[in-house]
């Protein structure tokens, strides 16, 4: 590091103020104290002012405390970014001295900070320097230890979830020169400006150091300070290189030699102890790509949770959590010109103690085998859903990837984050890589928020040009925390099909959950219907124009089938139906088997198979279904193409709410007539046209009469009319089309 040759002052201190008040005075004044000091021991000290839109009271004050103080206070800036970064990064251009330190203008500086950590500084240039106490005062009491990095306790893992240090920092003005704060502005869901610097400057390789015997006084307040509303707002760290930092010395040879170099420093202590553990636990994850995940679930697990044990239990140790005398004598001293410093000694055994970050090891090991296989590869879009198996949103996952790769040269990231298996994964191969989040979290005992938090991290250092989140909840519940954050470098995006019902009747789902709080940051919402759209427009008063509704494609193959039955069946009129009725899907309430039973019950001369799975072997309908003679239970399928279509004369839908199913869709593609309800979207297929039209879904008996009307009808009329419809609507070329129009999803690399 070439230091300034322009510097004036040994050290620029930069008070960064807003809105502290009468805060601010006793800010100021504790500078002084700090400068006093170090100045009788022979150390230059220049105080800069950065008045960032004050509020009128704490103008004043300030401008007092320049009358009090003149040859103290050197300059005052009125500034108007709004940004407490933006703030710092002025006065560091303003800063005269060859160290810069800050304080904000509501927190408390030790009076022997300045003088302590120059001397540090003074033969260590490629070192930062951070008092070795915080205290916690205000609204909150307690303390805490700050650690060094060149100590055992230091672990590069414990940036991932934590910040290490306070904003009280003290170095070389010109490594702020070469890291400026990052801008964050929190009306962009970023904060934290402290962490990213610690991680970025890390990551450059800066040592961060603790001065001994040095303390910083930290003021918590009531709603409105800055730290309530980066944390109530859901602000996150911006990007930074620490992550891929971490990713590359976890892999690294030095990393895992290192940590078997500590683990032979540690050998002394008892074989359970807590450093001995956590070292243990770390060199096991660095080497935990050449292990399999049974050995991390049955061995690596319970290290880290004895591992855990033993240290909740240490921190809560009264006597290694004693506040130091001399931290109790300095407090005593500031107390003249700050009252909440004012201790008897029931006060001073009530201040708790706030252990040091520890490493969020489940957290570490899931972004780990996660960003870890991809952090050098660029995706374009990523496609956030539960999982991939037989279903309708899933297909259509599928259906955004393959498009998206070969009509649109985009590169496509699919991630699932429930700990489900996912048998359509082969489906994508070829189009997109697929990264099992949810079994990766799950697996490294990652709780939902644990998952969200990689969710996040993994979004917003990929940045792609499009997140596109089809029906997974732990993706809306990131919207819903950090859409803010995300849309400064994604376009996002949401597939909404159809609201789900409690036994009730009431409105449930991802839509009613999360629409309103997230709406607002989203792009578009895509929906495969006409109906939901409508409604959730009118519910929640959004505009019409924050949706759109995208037709999910049907294949040509099967269209080429339907066309083939058709002409078949039109050219034997007079030939006998076959009385069998076909229904598919899952076998859950919404489809509502218990329907299908009791028209089965009154129409004993029919038979009807029910192709589809139920949610889990033991399910109730699926036992209900089995108990009727003339229902047939004929298991999954993977294609709707495979089944014997010509073997029916009709297809049953009995569903009770629906988005527009794929299988309506496929059923109409392939010839067979339609008898159903037009619930929610698949109005937008079943007409009186297209369809045998049950007006009511809950009308046993027209379902049994719309049946037998289906089965004689010999006129193909209505059928040919669904398939114009999938024609028109549901082609490939149709889907191409629509999303073709839509500029911003359709980002080519």
């Known amino acids: 590091m070439n230091n300034s040759k322009y ?44 008045l960032d839109i004050p509020n009128d009271e704490t103008l004043k004050i300030i401008k007092s405390c320049q009358a009090d103080y003149p040859s103290s206070i050197n300059n005052i800036y009125n500034v108007s970014f709004g940004d407490l970064s933006l703030s710092r990064n002025y006065g560091i251009s303003k800063a005269s001295g060859k160290y810069i330190a800050f304080l904000d203008g509501d927190d408390l500086m030790g009076e022997n900070w300045l003088y302590e950590a120059y001397n540090a500084a003074f033969s260590h240039d490629n070192c930062i320097f951070h008092p070795e106490l915080g205290i916690a005062f205000g609204t909150k009491f307690f303390w805490w230890q700050h650690i060094d990095q060149e100590s055992k306790e230091f672990f590069l893992e414990t940036l991932f979830t934590d910040n290490y240090w306070t904003s009280s920092v003290f170095a070389l003005k010109d490594i702020f020169l070469l890291f400026p704060y990052k801008p964050h502005y929190l009306n962009e869901g970023y904060g934290y400006e402290d962490w990213h610097w610690n991680c970025e400057t890390v990551a450059a390789g800066f040592i961060h150091k603790i001065v001994p015997n040095t303390i910083h ?79 991390i679930t049955t061995f690596i697990k319970p290290i880290y949770f004895l591992s855990r044990k033993i240290h909740k239990e240490r921190i809560h140790n009264k006597k290694s959590s004693q506040l130091p005398q001399w931290a109790i004598l300095e407090a005593n001293k500031i107390s003249a010109f700050e009252p909440e410093l004012i201790w008897n000694n029931s006060t001073i055994k009530d201040i708790g103690y706030y252990n040091t970050p520890q490493p969020q090891l489940p957290s570490v ?98 940045k792609p040009k499009v997140i596109h989140n089809i029906n997974s909840r732990a993706c809306w519940e990131v919207y819903k925390r950090h859409g803010l954050a995300l849309k400064q470098s994604s376009k996002l995006y949401a597939s ?49 124009s924050k949706f759109y509704t995208l037709f999910f494609p049907v294949s040509n193959d099967l269209i080429k089938i339907g066309e083939k039955n058709l002409q078949q069946r039109i050219s034997n009129l007079n030939t006998t ?57 004929k298991g999954e399928y993977n294609d709707f193409s495979t089944l014997p279509h010509t073997e029916y004369s009709a297809y049953l839908y009995t569903s009770e709410y629906d988005g ?19 619930v929610g979207g698949s109005c937008d297929l079943l007409t009186e046209e297209t369809s045998y039209l049950v007006n009511k879904y809950y009308d046993v008996p027209q379902y049994c009469n719309k ?30 089309s629509a999303l073709r129009m839509q500029k911003n999803y359709i980002i080519s690399n």
């Open 365 to 462: 090991v899931s972004f780990y085998n996660s960003y870890g296989a991809i952090y050098n590869k660029y995706y374009s879009h990523i496609i956030v859903l539960p999982w991939l198996k037989a279903g309708g949103a899933d297909l259509g996952a599928i259906y955004h990837a393959k498009t998206l790769k070969n009509d649109f040269n985009s590169t496509v990231l699919i991630i699932t984050t429930e700990n489900e298996n996912s048998p359509w994964r082969n489906k994508i191969a070829g189009f997109a890589d697929f990264l099992e989040l949810g079994k990766i979290t799950k697996q490294n005992n990652g709780d939902f928020d644990a998952l969200i938090y990689v969710l996040t991290r993994l979004l917003i250092e990929m």
């Open 707 to 736: 049946i037998r009307e289906a089965i004689n009808d010999k006129s193909c009329e209505k059928e040919k009319n669904a398939l114009d419809e999938i024609k028109n609507n549901h082609s490939y070329s149709s889907w191409i």
């Open 660 to 678: 527009l199913p794929n299988v309506l869709l496929e059923a109409a593609a392939v010839g067979i007539k339609i008898v159903g309800a037009p």
């Open 217 to 295: 006084f930290i003021r918590y307040k009531k709603e409105g300070s800055l730290k309530w509303i980066t944390y109530n707002n859901y602000a996150i760290i911006h990007s930074s290189r620490y992550y891929n930092y971490l990713i590359q010395k976890m892999v690294s040879d030095e990393y895992k030699n290192s940590i078997i170099i500590n683990n032979k420093i540690f050998s002394k202590e008892p074989i359970l102890g807590e450093k001995t553990l956590k070292k243990l636990f770390a060199y096991m994850l660095s080497v935990k790509r050449v292990w399999k995940e049974a050995f």
């Open 7 to 50: 510097s004036v002052n040994d050290i620029t201190v930069i008070i960064n103020c807003h809105s502290e008040n009468l805060f601010a005075y006793r800010a100021i004044k504790s500078v002084i104290r700090a400068k006093n000091y170090a100045n009788a021991k022979g150390i230059s000290i220049e105080i800069i002012i950065i």
């Open 496 to 544: 909404l099909f159809t609201d789900d019902y409690d036994e009730f009747g009431k409105p449930i789902g991802y839509a009613i959950d999360y629409l309103e709080s997230t709406y607002h940051n989203l792009e578009l919402i895509f929906s495969d219907n006409t109906f939901y759209p409508k409604s959730w427009s009118d519910l929640f008063g959004i505009d019409r």
């Open 577 to 633: 139906s076959k009385h069998k009725v076909m229904w598919t899907g899952r076998i859950t309430r919404q489809k509502r088997p218990d329907l299908l039973a009791e028209i089965a019950r009154q129409m004993p001369d029919i038979q009807f198979d029910v192709w589809g799975y139920s949610d889990s072997d033991n399910n109730s309908y699926r036992k209900l279904l089995s108990n009727i003679g003339n229902i047939h239970l």
